[in-house]
């Protein structure tokens, strides 16, 4: 997919931050490097950070959130097409609801909301067992395993509270609770782990989301 970018020179270079640059309509970024911290940072410069996407209320400066349109807890991506900036009040109220479930949501009564949530969580568990994600099907596509490269170095505290997180998941479900998302050229931008439990346990093929327009660099 082609992920959104603030406005940038086409046919040349802008430069963002230290870490990251539009260079002819791609974003480099440099390794290494925090995903989330780079898409955080895109996010404001394309939306803003002083109006709440769902309320329309203006936000004071340093209360600003980010908010998952497709929540991670059913895989979100943080990209930009997925991230908002939210005031606090909504960004809680929504929590792992979808945009438009939000909006279901918000025009109930208030007994309905509740057996509303119940259902939607059961609906979810539904959909985890399919092997699915609720987010759109042009943003996905499988890739071998073999073809991902990755950089990234490990810490055992962090395996062992994150690739047992990831395992747990997938023995409960068969399936990996979020995509991995990587680069132009197949380099891994977030999903380490993930990708390290499918090389552990001979698992050919992973969901991922290729940001056709990004690419890291060293």
């Not at 959104?4 to 990251?20: A, D, S, V, W």
């Not at 509303?116 to 067992?129: F, T």
């Not at 996905?140 to 990755?150: P, R």
Request: charged share 20%; net charge positive.
């Amino acid at each position: 997919m082609i992920i959104e970018l603030p406005k940038h020179n086409p046919t040349g270079i802008t430069i963002i931050n230290e870490h990251m640059k539009i260079e002819y309509g791609t974003l480099k970024i440099r390794f290494p490097y925090s995903l989330r911290k780079s898409m955080y940072s895109l996010t404001y410069k394309i939306k803003g950070k002083h109006k709440c996407f769902y309320c329309g209320c203006e936000i004071s400066n340093g209360k600003a959130t980010l908010d998952h349109l497709f929540p991670q807890y059913l895989g979100g991506p943080t990209i930009t097409d997925n991230l908002v900036p939210s005031c606090m009040v909504c960004n809680t109220r929504k929590s792992n609801m979808t945009q438009n479930q939000f909006k279901v949501f918000l025009s109930l009564s208030t007994k309905a909301r509740k057996r509303y949530l119940n259902d939607l969580q059961a609906n979810s568990e539904v959909i985890r067992k399919s092997g699915n994600f609720v987010l759109p099907k042009k943003w996905l596509e499988e890739k071998e395993v073999l073809l991902i490269n990755t950089n990234s170095l490990l810490s055992k505290d962090c395996v062992y509270n994150k690739y047992r997180n990831i395992q747990e998941y997938y023995k409960k479900y068969g399936q990996f609770q979020e995509p991995l998302i990587i680069d132009k050229n197949n380099f891994l931008l977030d999903g380490f782990y993930i990708l390290m439990y499918a090389k552990n346990h001979n698992i050919q093929k992973v969901p991922v989301i290729t940001l056709e327009n990004v690419e890291v660099y060293f």
